[in-house]
């Protein structure tokens, strides 16, 4: 695959720190997820430009790696994600704390269906399944730090407060 | 119980007890200073087998036996994989041993990897667990310049690389095939076995693949010896060949209607009613237990009249549930809804069936779709039929799926279906007055916001 230069989107530094895994493991394509991990901190999202070029990485076709990206939930390809993701738990020991009924609160205030993101860009909101954090249900996941406990007000609280 | 001592859990809770100073304080790396180099690697072997430790991740295999499953006098390479992509719900117990004792499950691993002589570990955690990943990725990194990894392991002639691994948000990477399937970089098919990862696993290579939890046990085994850890727990039940016992301590999770949710170390054996007292501080505001998983969701349910069974390996199925699984106990109370428990449940199989087999994958998803139905007051007493023929008719047991996902799945429909069936038809009755006897073809509902 070959792709203009000026339409690349994998800059030098994520393509070192996806080189660095390829001596970790005994094939490349093992370096897939990583890679898709390294792209999506950078640009909060995995264009499917950056796909093939990951296959150029890996010496893959680039179907390979848009399969293994399709597969997992966790890397959305249409636009960047908002600056936080906000995964709501609704599994079990969450639902029966009130996890449902949390993330449809948060619905109503930001305006959203889980997996969309405020116009502004701040919060794409997702529901997820068991955080596994049930001692702590109801429980949210705020990009990497995790919110237990989460009354209606703490949440409303905590949503506004984030930029 | 009061004399009991948890070993798992000693050091969480004391001050930063996730650094390599503070383990190696309260006796941290003494089992891997005692046995690399000092004890052949067969003789580890042996004593993991021994001890009767079983698999913690949920089907309870014997550890030691798996790893006799290892071809032997293998030129190499062979890999170990730690399965930490704990995502049964209800389950959490791997994560405390991740953010808060790390080293303790590193430690487990390098004792496994030398036993079964494996060079290289992949460390393979689930991505919502940030915190978790920081302070093990950290510990890591504490062990390399520690000289507890790397080339040449205090001397022994042993090495050993951990690499970090992180998944990306699904169920199906907790079993072992799929696990392997995924660090491989491909979607988390499980593969049909055999072969099994023993004999052809990650990367074509002969391959371990073991739970957080069971790792943190090889390092106790290791420092305690085997009549310690069989000192824990419940022989093999006489009347039950198939049973390989339940020895040691187990990390329970504890969650749902209880005053004191959490992770708690008991001997296996505890009744789920003495955990959910003793530990659990009683169900939440005084009410009764009327259901509770026995082990993850996907162990299916005790009814609240069931709770003086052992949650021992061979407990939970004396009570027709699929077993111990996590042992993550998520308790009930008397005032909630079964449809609503059951729908939960279907939700959660349908999201995440990974597709590979069709009686999975549309059996989850229709399973959804008619509680969906039962919870829109447009249920028929025959819906209950149809979803108890799914519960039959898709997994490993009755032989039409690669994995045990739909096992899980199938189970949950059927405890419910069999133990609370006066609720579910009340429910469909009182919603659907006019159609509940029903039994034509109907509309199915749209999976909106499901998937």
């Not at chain 1, 205030?109 to 116009?119: V, Y």
């Not at chain 2, 072997?45 to 006098?73: D, H, M």
Request: net charge neutral; charged share 20%; with cysteine.
């Amino acid at each position: 695959m070959s792709t203009a230069t000026n339409n690349r989107v994998l800059t030098d530094e994520m393509i070192a720190e996806i080189k660095a895994f390829i001596p970790r493991y005994p094939s490349k394509q093992a370096v897939t997820v990583p890679a898709l991990h390294i792209v999506n901190e950078h640009l909060r999202y995995v264009p499917l430009q950056a796909c093939v070029e990951i296959a150029e990485l890996l010496d893959l076709h680039p179907s390979q790696v848009q399969d293994t990206l399709s597969f997992y939930g966790y890397f959305k390809q249409d636009k960047p994600a908002g600056r936080t993701r906000l995964w709501v738990c609704r599994s079990i020991s969450c639902g029966l704390r009130g996890g449902d009924e949390l993330l449809e609160h948060l619905c109503h205030k930001l305006h959203l269906q889980p997996g969309e993101t405020t116009p502004d860009g701040r919060i794409t909101l997702e529901y997820a399944e068991c955080l596994g954090a049930c001692e702590q249900a109801p429980c949210m996941l705020a990009n990497n730090e995790l919110i237990g406990n989460v009354t209606h007000e703490q949440a409303d609280k905590f949503v506004d407060e984030l930029k | 119980m009061a004399e009991f001592e948890p070993v798992l859990l000693a050091n969480v809770g004391k001050p930063e007890s996730w650094t390599l100073k503070s383990y190696e304080a309260n006796g941290g790396y003494q089992a891997l200073r005692k046995v690399l180099g000092k004890m052949s690697q067969n003789d580890v072997k042996e004593q993991v087998k021994a001890s009767g430790l079983r698999g913690r991740g949920g089907a309870g295999f014997p550890t030691g036996l798996k790893w006799t499953f290892l071809p032997q006098n293998h030129p190499g390479p062979i890999y170990f994989c730690l399965n930490a992509d704990e995502s049964e719900p209800g389950t959490f117990n791997n994560r405390i041993l991740m953010e808060e004792d790390p080293h303790q499950v590193i430690e487990g691993v390098i004792l496994s990897c030398y036993a079964t002589n494996a060079t290289a570990a992949y460390y393979y955690m689930r991505c919502e667990y940030p915190k978790a990943y920081e302070r093990t990725s950290k510990a890591v990194a504490e062990a390399y310049a520690a000289g507890y990894l790397g080339k040449n392991i205090l001397g022994s002639g042993y090495s050993l690389d951990i690499f970090m691994h992180r998944g990306a948000g699904a169920y199906i990477c907790g079993e072992e095939t799929g696990l392997i399937e995924s660090l491989e970089g491909k979607r988390a098919w499980p593969r049909i076995k055999p072969p099994f990862p023993a004999v052809e696993g990650a990367f074509r290579k002969p391959t371990v693949v073991n739970n957080v939890e069971t790792a943190a046990c090889v390092t106790h085994i290791m420092n305690r010896g085997v009549e310690w850890f069989k000192s824990i727990g419940v022989p093999p039940d006489p009347n039950n060949p198939r049973d390989a016992g339940s020895y040691g301590p187990k990390l329970y999770c504890l969650s749902g209607h209880v005053n004191k949710p959490g992770c708690y170390e008991a001997p296996l054996g505890i009744t789920a009613q003495e955990l959910i007292d003793n530990y659990g501080g009683g169900v939440w505001k005084g009410r009764k237990a009327k259901a509770v998983i026995p082990g993850g969701i996907s162990m299916g349910l005790l009814s609240g009249d069931e709770l003086h069974c052992k949650l021992d390996f061979n407990g939970p199925g004396k009570f027709g549930c699929l077993g111990l699984g996590t042992a993550a106990v998520v308790v009930m109370d008397d005032q909630t809804s079964m449809v609503d428990f059951l729908l939960n449940s279907c939700r959660f199989f349908s999201h995440e069936s990974c597709g590979q087999c069709t009686p999975c994958r549309e059996g989850t998803s229709w399973a959804t779709r008619m509680m969906l139905r039962i919870k829109a007051g447009k249920g028929r007493l025959k819906d209950l039929d149809l979803l108890a023929e799914i519960g039959d008719t898709i997994g490993i047991t009755p032989g039409s799926t690669i994995c045990g996902l739909a096992d899980g799945a199938a189970w949950p429909i059927k405890n419910c279906i069999k133990k609370f069936r006066p609720e579910l038809e009340e429910y469909i009755k009182r919603t659907n007055p006019t159609g509940w006897a029903d039994t034509k073809p109907a509309p199915a509902f749209e999976l909106v916001g499901i998937h």
